[in-house]
Structure formats: structure tokens, C-alpha cells
């Protein structure tokens, strides 16, 4: 049962216009869920009539969102044209700033990357962003084919911001407080720019290029782990953002007062013990060396580890068994249906799940534990910058205002 006190804005009532585009959105969706789908499917799953789908369909057509696939199995009669979403209709750029490097590519409609670029993150905002904004304009110039229209750029950045403005606040990972980057640039390239941080970017790849494409569950958590460790937290199918936007920061909850100090100043923060780092950091300390000048990279120490390197093997376990604690703590406070762990330690998964599930099975509820599933991300490259990519296109299949009225009708369709 919905809670919240309803408010005026909250009765908004739909005219034509509005009603044909929010039944166009929902149309739009269930063919990217479904595809490639006949019209007479379609009217099933959106108890639409055939004959409003058919208009629907010859209008997306017209505007080249969808195009008319192979034939699919005929039901008796006629075998259907199936439908399917044009992915090379424009393209999408998509930026993951991360304090090494900064990835930056073109993308079609559908995800696919066309081209990469890398550059070196700069430690200083001043010097890095002017070089940021000249890769993206030569991206934009040179790695989309001929025609295909650029539908704006998304962005992802670590730490603490304010995304409407994309004013980063304070990042730990980069080192920056208060920088416009969203300012910059904007008046470098306009206003289609799109900033979210680089956990939940995490999470909305999972849901718009992931596994969960076709069936995404209504409360979800997407944990992140990368040099520092977030959660992407979903509630009844909206990413939750908290109060001040600072929600899903689970990495600096401590797990042990008497632990190393984190950056943040608490002692025993969760990404303190589970992160990449903490994870070479502990190989490195096994071996006996320090200094961050005989740092080793992260998929070097999985690979190590699969060399039976037993110090880096022990490495993973442990870090394993710390994604446990945590995860049991998510499990009993959030109840979700799903957890997912995204960053280069899933390609490490059969390495660390048993230590997960040892810390679950001993400290989540079992109510809680029974109908949950845990699994490790299904985008192998990436997933921030695939989330950036996604701010863009998810606009495309966004519903129109007033929202909470489309919401309705989606959710109503989708059963
Ligand atoms: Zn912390």
C-alpha cells in the first residue's frame, strides 16, 4: 500500500495529446522489452485495441524509432511483421570520469559502442577538464558514421554531487571539492548533458543493457565496487536518491570500530575492508611490501589469484567474506529481491562467492535470505559507462508529464 499522503499534482488529468504520447512511450517500451514483437502481441500486452497499435506503430515507423523486422510464426493466419527498435536511428556519448583514466565513447541507440577513447584523469579540475572537452568534441566529430545524430551526452563521476548542475561536491576518489564540470561543460557543448554518479550509472546500465533488460525487480540493490565500494539502491522500481542525494553511501558504514581509518575520517568503513584497494592493499601487505609505488593493478591480482598466487587467492576470499558482512546488512535493512555486484571483481565471482554466502548464511535473516538473489553483474566492460550511455537513451523511453499518471499506466500494463 502506497503511504504517502497525495498531493494536487498527483491528479493531473490527461488530454488527448498527452494520452496518445504516454501510450506511445508504453508501446515503445514493450517492444524494447519484448522484441522482436507482432502488433497483435502487442495489443495483448498493453490491452491496447489492434487498431490503436497500428496507428501507434505507423507513427513510430514514420519517425524511424522502430522498423518492420523478419516475419514471425503465424497463429492460423498470416504470418506478422515483428517488430523491432532502430538503434542506429542517433547516437548517444557517453563519459565515465575515474580518478586513472577517463573513458569516453560513441554509442548507437541500442548500446553498442562504436568507439572508445581513453585519456589520463589529471588530478587537477583546471588542466583536465579543457582536455576532457577536446576528446569529447573530436569524439563527436570523428566516431559517429555519417548522419547519425548525437542525442547528448552523459556523464559519470565518482563522489558526492548535485547532479542537475553536474557540480561535483566532494569526490574522495578524484581529490575534488566543489567542481563545476556541468558549468564547463555545458557552455562548451549546450545543455543536452547528463550527470549521474558513477554508482547509480552502475546500476541503470544493469537495467537498460543488463540482464534485467526484459524484467527488472521493483527493489534491488546494485553494489559497485571499484577504489571505493557504493550501492545503487532501487525501491518499488525508482532509483532512491535520499534527501540530499547523498543516499546508497553503505561503503562508510563501519562494519568494525576498531578498523583502519577511512578517508572519510570514520574507522572501519565496509570500503575499507571490500573495496579494489583494500583487496590489493591486503595482497600486497601478505607479500610484505607497502608504498603505493608497488601498487599492483586489480585484474592483475584476479589473475594472479587464478595462477594459484595463493597470497592473492587468500586476497579474494577475504574480500569475499567482507562483501558477506555487508550484504547481510543490506539484506536485513533493505529486504531487496535482488543484489547485484558490478566492478571488475565479478569476473572474480566463483573466487569470492562462497565467502559471501558463508557471512549471509550466518548473519542475514532468513525471511529476508530465503527468496533473494544474489548475482554479479552481467555487463562485463564497464558498467558506469554504460550507465552514462543509458542517462541518454532512457529519455527516449521516458514518460512524459504529468509522470505519476504514466507511471500508472505503465505499471498497470506490465501487471
Ligand atoms: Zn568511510
Same mark, same amino acid.
Given at each position: 500500500?502506497?503511504?504517502?499522503?497525495?498531493?494536487?499534482?498527483?491528479?493531473?488529468?490527461?488530454?488527448?495529446?498527452?494520452?496518445?504520447?504516454?501510450?506511445?512511450?508504453?508501446?515503445?517500451?514493450?517492444?524494447?522489452?519484448?522484441?522482436?514483437?507482432?502488433?497483435?502481441?502487442?495489443?495483448?500486452?498493453?490491452?491496447?485495441?489492434?487498431?490503436?497499435?497500428?496507428?501507434?506503430?505507423?507513427?513510430?515507423?514514420?519517425?524511424?524509432?522502430?522498423?518492420? *523486422?523478419?516475419?514471425?510464426?503465424?497463429?492460423?493466419?498470416?504470418?506478422?511483421?515483428?517488430?523491432?527498435?532502430?538503434?542506429?536511428?542517433?547516437?548517444?556519448?557517453?563519459?565515465?570520469?575515474?580518478?586513472?583514466?577517463?573513458?569516453?565513447?560513441?554509442?548507437?541507440?541500442?548500446?553498442?559502442?562504436?568507439?572508445?577513447?581513453?585519456?589520463?584523469?589529471?588530478?587537477?579540475?583546471?588542466?583536465?577538464?579543457?582536455?576532457?572537452?577536446?576528446?569529447?568534441?573530436?569524439?563527436?566529430?570523428? @566516431? =559517429?558514421?555519417?548522419?547519425?545524430?548525437?542525442?547528448?551526452?552523459?556523464?559519470?563521476?565518482?563522489?558526492?554531487?548535485?547532479?542537475?548542475?553536474?557540480?561535483?561536491?566532494?569526490?574522495?576518489?578524484?581529490?575534488?571539492?566543489?567542481?563545476?564540470?556541468?558549468?564547463?561543460?555545458?557552455?562548451?557543448?549546450?545543455? @543536452?548533458?547528463?550527470?549521474?554518479?558513477?554508482?547509480?550509472?552502475?546500476?541503470?546500465?544493469?537495467?537498460?543493457?543488463?540482464?534485467?533488460?526484459?524484467?527488472?525487480?521493483?527493489?534491488?540493490?546494485?553494489?559497485?565496487? @571499484?577504489?571505493?565500494?557504493?550501492?545503487?539502491?532501487?525501491?518499488?522500481?525508482?532509483?532512491?536518491?535520499?534527501?540530499?542525494?547523498?543516499?546508497?553511501?553503505?561503503?562508510?558504514?563501519?562494519?568494525?570500530?576498531?578498523?583502519?581509518?577511512?578517508?572519510?575520517?570514520?574507522?572501519?568503513?565496509?570500503?575499507?575492508? *571490500?573495496?579494489?584497494?583494500?583487496?590489493?592493499?591486503?595482497?600486497?601487505?601478505?607479500?610484505?611490501?607497502?608504498?603505493?609505488?608497488?601498487?599492483?593493478?586489480?585484474?592483475?591480482?584476479?589473475?594472479?589469484?587464478?595462477?594459484?598466487?595463493?597470497?592473492? =587467492?587468500?586476497?579474494?576470499?577475504?574480500?569475499?567474506?567482507?562483501?558477506?558482512?555487508?550484504?547481510?546488512?543490506?539484506?536485513? %535493512?533493505?529486504?531487496?529481491?535482488?543484489?547485484?555486484?558490478?566492478?571488475?571483481?565479478?569476473?572474480?565471482?566463483?573466487?569470492?562467492?562462497?565467502?559471501?554466502?558463508?557471512?549471509?548464511?550466518?548473519?542475514?535473516?532468513?525471511?529476508?535470505?530465503?527468496?533473494?538473489?544474489?548475482?554479479?553483474?552481467?555487463?562485463?566492460?564497464?558498467?558506469?559507462?554504460? %550507465?552514462?550511455?543509458?542517462?541518454?537513451?532512457?529519455?527516449?523511453?521516458?514518460?512524459?508529464?504529468?509522470?505519476?499518471?504514466?507511471?500508472?499506466?505503465?505499471?498497470?500494463?506490465?501487471?
Amino acid at each position: 500500500m502506497d503511504l504517502r499522503r497525495p498531493s494536487l499534482s498527483d491528479f493531473g488529468v490527461l488530454d488527448n495529446e498527452a494520452l496518445r504520447s504516454v501510450n506511445q512511450t508504453i508501446v515503445l517500451n514493450v517492444i524494447r522489452e519484448k522484441q522482436p514483437i507482432s502488433r497483435a502481441d502487442l495489443a495483448r500486452i498493453t490491452r491496447l485495441k489492434e487498431s490503436t497499435i497500428s496507428s501507434i506503430a505507423k507513427r513510430l515507423i514514420g519517425e524511424g524509432l522502430i522498423y518492420e *523486422a523478419n516475419l514471425g510464426d503465424s497463429s492460423g493466419g498470416r504470418r506478422p511483421r515483428m517488430l523491432r527498435i532502430n538503434g542506429d536511428r542517433s547516437a548517444a556519448l557517453g563519459v565515465h570520469i575515474a580518478p586513472q583514466q577517463t573513458l569516453i565513447a560513441a554509442s548507437n541507440f541500442s548500446g553498442k559502442i562504436l568507439r572508445q577513447r581513453t585519456i589520463k584523469t589529471d588530478s587537477d579540475p583546471e588542466r583536465f577538464l579543457p582536455r576532457l572537452a577536446e576528446e569529447i568534441e573530436r569524439s563527436l566529430h570523428s @566516431d =559517429l558514421p555519417a548522419g547519425l545524430k548525437c542525442e547528448g551526452i552523459g556523464v559519470s563521476m565518482p563522489g558526492l554531487m548535485d547532479r542537475s548542475q553536474g557540480k561535483i561536491i566532494y569526490s574522495a576518489n578524484l581529490d575534488w571539492r566543489e567542481v563545476e564540470v556541468g558549468a564547463y561543460l555545458r557552455h562548451r557543448f549546450g545543455h @543536452d548533458i547528463m550527470f549521474e554518479d558513477n554508482v547509480r550509472c552502475a546500476g541503470l546500465a544493469e537495467i537498460w543493457f543488463g540482464s534485467l533488460t526484459r524484467l527488472a525487480p521493483s527493489h534491488m540493490i546494485n553494489l559497485l565496487i @571499484d577504489e571505493g565500494l557504493g550501492t545503487a539502491i532501487i525501491i518499488g522500481g525508482h532509483l532512491y536518491r535520499g534527501a540530499t542525494l547523498g543516499a546508497g553511501q553503505f561503503g562508510h558504514v563501519s562494519i568494525d570500530p576498531s578498523g583502519p581509518r577511512c578517508r572519510c575520517g570514520n574507522l572501519g568503513c565496509w570500503e575499507s575492508f *571490500a573495496s579494489n584497494t583494500a583487496t590489493i592493499h591486503r595482497y600486497l601487505q601478505a607479500r610484505g611490501v607497502s608504498g603505493a609505488a608497488t601498487s599492483i593493478p586489480f585484474s592483475k591480482l584476479v589473475a594472479l589469484a587464478r595462477e594459484s598466487d595463493r597470497d592473492a =587467492l587468500l586476497a579474494l576470499q577475504k574480500t569475499g567474506e567482507y562483501l558477506g558482512i555487508g550484504i547481510a546488512l543490506l539484506v536485513n %535493512g533493505l529486504n531487496p529481491e535482488m543484489v547485484i555486484v558490478s566492478g571488475e571483481i565479478s569476473r572474480a565471482w566463483d573466487l569470492i562467492e562462497p565467502g559471501i554466502w558463508h557471512n549471509l548464511r550466518i548473519r542475514a535473516l532468513a525471511g529476508n535470505l530465503n527468496s533473494m538473489k544474489l548475482q554479479p553483474s552481467s555487463i562485463e566492460e564497464n558498467p558506469s559507462l554504460m %550507465g552514462a550511455i543509458s542517462l541518454v537513451i532512457c529519455r527516449r523511453f521516458a514518460l512524459p508529464p504529468p509522470g505519476r499518471e504514466g507511471r500508472r499506466a505503465l505499471t498497470a500494463t506490465r501487471g
